[in-house]
């Protein structure tokens, strides 16, 4: 119940397409919904996140959609650009006394120029 | 500001030795955590910290990990004796406990484990 599952494993996308990573998870609690984005040899970095009560958040070309009813959520990066090529993790939070984040296995994505 | 520092960077052990990382988080955050990442995996926590106090430790392997956080600043994350499956990168993160910025969670560049 506390897993989240993350698809598709690897994305190759043409420079200036859309990328979409998928999201799905159990447990209704969780109530922040971040992206990360990690490049080799670095830490994940935040991208963007959700709350669970809006459906949709646009931070320049990547937007988060958000279906409550689903328990699923994903990632739109437009235009697609080579420097985008990157580990992408979805997560899970909730406060369990803390914040507790469950990662999801992760998306590599390679954007061909 | 400064982000979350780490270090080695690099380590290489043989099965058996002990090893252990440092963790320095951001500058006034509260909770501390530490991570595995095992190639291809995403992030799995290990502990967690509040000032330094443990909040989560259920997923650290007790019988040979240990961890402590120093008077609420600096963490040391310690295997004793490494086996061939903790090759993995092992990565800090600091979050600060102001309200409405508890899940960010701010990484450092983490400290690649190689056990032979």
């Known amino acids: 119940q506390q897993q989240v599952k993350q698809s598709p494993q690897s994305l190759i996308v043409q420079k200036g397409g859309i990328s979409i990573i998928n999201c799905a998870y159990e447990?209704?609690?969780?109530?922040?919904f971040p992206w990360y984005q990690q490049f080799p040899g670095k830490g994940p970095a935040l991208l963007i996140a959700?709350?669970?009560?809006?459906s949709e958040k646009k931070e320049g070309r990547f937007t988060i959609s958000f279906n409550k009813s689903a328990k699923q959520f994903s990632l739109h990066i437009m235009d697609s650009q080579p420097g985008d090529s990157a580990t992408y993790f979805c997560a899970a939070s909730l406060y369990t006394g803390g914040f507790k984040t469950i990662f999801g296995a992760g998306t590599r994505l390679f954007v061909k120029a | 500001e400064a982000g979350v520092a780490q270090s080695p960077r690099y380590k290489i052990i043989e099965k058996r030795q002990s090893v252990a990382f440092w963790c320095n988080p951001i500058?006034?955050?509260?909770?501390l955590y530490w991570y595995q990442q095992i190639l291809g995996q995403g992030p799995k926590l290990l502990i967690q910290f509040q000032n330094n106090g443990v909040v989560d430790d259920s997923q650290l392997p007790k019988d040979r990990f240990s961890a402590e956080r120093l008077k609420g600043v600096d963490s040391t994350l310690k295997i004793q004796p490494a086996k061939l499956e903790d090759s993995a990168v092992y990565l800090c993160?600091?979050?600060?406990?102001?309200?409405?910025?508890?899940?960010?969670?701010?990484f450092g560049p983490g400290t690649r484990l190689t056990v032979l």
């Open positions: 959700i709350r669970p009560d809006v």
């Open positions: 447990n209704t609690a969780f109530d922040y």
């Open positions: 993160a600091s979050s600060s406990a102001r309200q409405g910025k508890g899940n960010e969670q701010f």
């Open positions: 500058s006034g955050h509260a909770t």
